[in-house]
């Protein structure tokens, strides 16, 4: 029963808490590059879309902790010895990669100021 816990804490923090660092570290710092050198048009409101990001997926994750605490007296152990692992073995997913500087790009491009592959470069040498 423990090992479900365990599958339920990797799945739950691979898409709450590793996304949420994912913003932290690389989308939050490359969004504040990019607007101090013209590369995002003014008031793209993209911090915002962020903040609100971190505040839903942290709930998401609180939410299933608390579920998991009511329901299960041990299964919360299980739940953050996977969450644990997950945050250990996706620690290397949150800085800037190429599927980070992609997906960024991607969900942003409607906020460049200038044509995608400057932006790029930009992400790249900054």
Do not use: C, W
Not at 2 to 18: E, K, W
Not at 27 to 45: A, H, W, Y
């Amino acid at each position: 029963m423990g090992f479900v816990f365990f599958l339920i804490g990797l799945i739950v923090a691979s898409f709450t808490l590793i996304q949420t660092l994912i913003i932290i570290v690389f989308g939050i710092p490359t969004t504040k590059k990019l607007e101090r050198v013209k590369i995002l048009i003014e008031d793209n409101g993209i911090i915002k879309r962020y903040f609100l990001t971190i505040a839903i997926l942290l709930s998401l994750f609180l939410g299933a902790l608390l579920i998991i605490f009511f329901a299960s007296e041990n299964g919360y152990i299980g739940f953050l010895v996977g969450s644990a692992t997950a945050l250990l073995f996706g620690v290397g997913k949150v800085g800037k990669n190429a599927s980070n500087v992609a997906d960024y790009l991607q969900i942003n491009m409607r906020y460049l100021a200038v044509v995608p592959e400057e932006a790029l470069f930009a992400i790249i040498h900054s």
